[in-house]
Structures are given as C-alpha cells and as structure tokens.
C-alpha cells in the first residue's frame, strides 16, 4: 500500500530533478499523519491475524454484533432450554444429558440440534446421540470438570488391551460417542476446554491410577464432523476418533501449552478409514497429529488399519514431539496417506513415523508433498526402535514392514537435520523416494542428511545432497547412480 502511494510522488519529484537528500525528508514529513494511520493499520491487521489463528486475545477488547446461530437440523434446542448455567460454576451435566436424550428421540426427523450460546458451561464427561449437531456461539467455552471423580472409567481400547498409562480401566472423555451415525460438532469459533491443568500436575506427581481421558472421543461412528470449533487444554489427547468412517475435520484450532502439557496430542486417527482433516491451526504439548491403529499383539488381534486419509493445509506446532506422525501404535496397519501443504515451525520434529519390533502390521504408500518447516530440529524422521510395549506379551519376531513412502516439494530454514532414516537389519525402509527438496541449515556438519538400513532413490538434484543408501536419478527419470551401500548407517544423534 506504501509503495502505490509512494511510486506516482517518487516520478513527479524525479520530473521535477529535485535532490534526493531533499526530497526524501521532504516527503516523510509532510505525509506522517499517512504512515503514522498505515503503521497502525497494519498494526491491527496483525493483531487481527492472531486473533483468527488462535480465537481468542483481541475478542476480550471488542466484541462486533452477536452472529445468529444456524439452524442445521429440523429442531433446534438452547442449551438454557434444560435449565443449564453459563456462569463457570454451575455444574450442567443434567442439561447436556436431558438436551440429548430429546435429541435421541428426533432420529426420524432427521435429527436435532444443540445450540450452547455465550457464557462459559461447566460439566462432567456426558454422552452425544446420532444425528445431532452441537453447535457453539462464539464465545461459548463447554469447560470439562477438573474432580477426576466426576470421570467415568471405561474398559480399555481392546487393540491396546491395556489402558495407555496403567493397566485397567481408563478415564473417558469429556464429550463421548459410541456406535453412532450423522454426528456434527461445529459453531462459530466456539471452544471445548478440559482444564487439564489439573490432570497433568497430578499425571506428573503420579496421583492418577487410570489413564487419562481424551478431551473428545468417538468410537465405532460414521459420518463425523468438525468444523469452526476451538479444542483446548485436554487432560489427554485432544481428537481422538477411534475406529470409525468417514470423518471430516475442518477450519479447527487445537491448543495446549508447548511444555508440560503432556500426551496432549493434537487428532489421533486410530484404525479409522476415509478421513480428511484440513485447514487447521495445532499447537501442543506433543504429536499435533498421531496416525494409529493399535498397540502390540493387540493392535495385531484387532486387526483394523488406519487408512485412506488426507491431511492437508495445516500450520502445525510441536516443541515436544512432532508436527505428524505415524505410530508409534500401528499394529494393525497404515496406508494411503496424504499429508500436503504443510507449515511445520518451531518444533522438535516435522513429520515422523516411529514403530519396533513387535508392532507387526505395516506403514506403506505414504506421500508427503509441498512441506515446508521453519525452526525445526530434525525435518523427517523414520524411526524403527521406538521400544515401548504394553506388556511382556507382544512378539518381538512381529515386525513392520515399511515402504512406498515419497517426499517432494521440501522446503524450509532453520533445519538443524533435515532427515535421519533410521531402518534397521530387522526393519529396513524400502522404496523411499525424495525429489525437489531445499531446506536451509542451520549446523553445518558433514552428516546432516542420515541413512541406515534404506533403499530408495533421488529424482533431479536436492538440498542437502543426500545419503548413499539412495539411487540417483535425473530429472527424466534416467538412472545416474545405483547405490551399493544401502546397509551402511550414518545415524548420529549427538546433534
């Protein structure tokens, strides 16, 4: 906008040959007002930005005209119909149930809508109703009870056999679903908080004896969607659709703190088929996503892959973990997916896929395209020793199979290892493919593009220049070099 106004002036001063010394201070001058309204413009415009990045700071300050809230199924309820509260100190678990069960009665009708409007709604773990839509008013928070009493124990995940910190029983969720069909959650930027504050300090004390619950989590569903809604602070991971089919989410932000937020993952697609999550914002104490399908000899058992999926237009954050990952709990198979347009920064790890002996199953037909990380440790990561077990049960004769996995359009600064593959005689990587990758250093040492135990191949020329476990291909597809060193190892994790 500067450079529009400034072009026309800079061409009448230089027709006029006056002198540059003059003419600039000249210039400045007499428009300060103008670039005194365009810093402040920008200012906001920023400020504004942030605000839609992470729905929140600037809507303390200014509030514009309350949105009117869509009808999106034949009947629609307020949440204030069944006498709930939003003071932030009212418990309203009565009201989610009562709203529900009117719901329940609706299925012919195609189904009912629960609208939560302003205020802040305090509730204990409650169940959703196929064909339902809950629908949050912006500035409506559903905040999750922090008493773990208030919890419901449930039986654990029969492909983990195992709850996923204790053995027993675990912590249900804060909004939970099961065998359902048709269900929306979606709203105007609304957020679902489970103050899980509470939950980590007494994690890391070691005070809880169950595992902890996710903040939301659907099992054995179809048709699921989530759209225009914040997820924040969970006590556990945050999304966690467990096998189930057909799940979109969408336009979701996904918040817990950078540190000591712990297991806070992001979305965690568990033995779910055709799923698209896309244009998203996560930032959290762990995997911002974790694709999975099971954990040991019981994700075996299970036998219920994570497949067809496709992760698209995210800005990711994990100073934990990693932006994606595959596994570590993969036992029953991961295939076919996506993940393109993708802005990794600040983080530990961009993208990862981590299994062990004993996993069993498979992580194949994997493609990574348009990645871009920015302050990032290690770019790509494979990862084949990741030895954590439910119990002295699994077999360590059941390894994974790993291949069909290509990288194109890699791009970033700030990299310190742009990719350390680390196969092993056990588990090699097979079929690995990179093309068109350019990341900026940030170490400048010899070993910086690591290989162990990987075959694939280099199409055209990279940045950095890669290991020699790979073929080297030109941009035609020609062959230039056949490597004959795939089982040599450069793995150094001392930097």
């Given amino acids: 906008m500067v450079e529009t106004i400034a072009s026309p002036l800079a061409s009448r001063f230089n027709y006029q040959r006056l002198d540059l010394k003059r003419c600039v201070p000249a210039f400045l001058s007499s428009h300060k007002i103008l670039f005194t309204l365009l810093w402040i413009a920008a200012f906001a415009s920023v400020f504004l930005w942030q605000r839609n990045a992470v729905r929140g700071g600037f809507a303390a300050f200014w509030h514009g005209p309350v949105r009117p809230i869509p009808k999106l199924r034949p009947v629609a309820f307020n949440l204030t119909d069944f006498g709930a509260v939003g003071d932030g100190v009212t418990l309203n678990t009565e009201a989610f149930e009562r709203a529900v069960s009117a719901i329940s009665k609706l299925a012919r009708r195609g ?6 409007p302003p205020g802040k709604w305090l509730t204990a773990p409650f169940n959703l109703t196929s064909h339902m839509t809950l629908f949050l008013a912006e500035d409506a928070v559903i905040l999750g009870i922090q008493d773990e009493n208030y919890w419901p124990l449930m039986p654990p995940l029969p492909s983990y056999g195992y709850g996923r910190e204790h ?13 359902l069909r048709d269900i929306v959650i979606t709203g105007h930027n609304g957020t679902i908080d489970g103050q899980g504050q509470t939950w980590w300090k007494k994690y890391r004390q070691k005070l809880l004896n169950h ?16 759209m225009n809604i914040t997820l924040r602070n969970s006590p556990f991971w945050t999304l966690h659709p467990y096998d189930c089919k057909n799940v979109t989410i969408r336009n979701v932000t996904i918040l ?17 088929e055709d799923m698209v999550i896309e244009d998203c914002y996560i930032s959290v104490g762990d995997d911002a996503i974790a694709i999975k399908s099971g954990w040991d000899q019981y994700g075996i058992a299970y036998g219920r892959p994570s497949t067809n999926i496709l992760i698209r237009n995210l800005v990711v954050r994990s100073m934990v973990s990693a932006g994606i990952s595959i596994g570590s709990e993969m036992s029953g198979g991961v295939s076919s997916v996506t993940v393109e347009n993708l802005l990794v920064w600040s983080s530990r790890r961009a993208v990862r896929i981590k299994t062990a002996p004993g996993r069993g199953a498979y992580v194949r037909n994997i493609t990574y395209r348009n990645l871009t990380f920015d302050d990032v440790r290690v770019g790509i990561v494979i990862k084949t020793d990741y030895n954590e077990h439910p119990d002295e049960g699994y077999d360590p004769k059941a390894v994974p199979t790993l291949q069909d996995i290509s990288f194109s359009g890699i791009h970033g600064q700030g990299v310190r290892v742009p990719v350390r593959i680390h196969g092993s005689e056990e588990i090699p990587v097979r079929n690995v493919t990179f093309q068109d990758m350019s990341v900026g250093l940030t170490y400048k040492k010899k070993h910086i593009f690591q290989c162990a135990f990987v075959q694939g191949r280099v199409i055209g020329t990279i940045f950095p220049a890669p290991c020699e476990n790979l073929d080297r291909y030109d941009e035609q597809g020609k062959l230039v070099k056949l490597s004959v060193s795939q089982n040599i190892t450069d793995i150094d994790y001392d930097f």
């Fill in 256 to 272: 817990a703190p950078i540190f000591e937020a712990p297991n806070t993952d992001g979305i965690d697609p568990d033995s779910c």
């Fill in 211 to 226: 595992t902890r619950g996710p903040l939301v989590q659907i099992m054995w569903s179809s048709d699921i969607v989530f």
């Fill in 111 to 116: 189904g009912g809508q629960l609208n939560v």
């Fill in 167 to 179: 053995p027993g029983p675990r912590y249900g969720s804060l909004i939970h679903g099961q065998n």
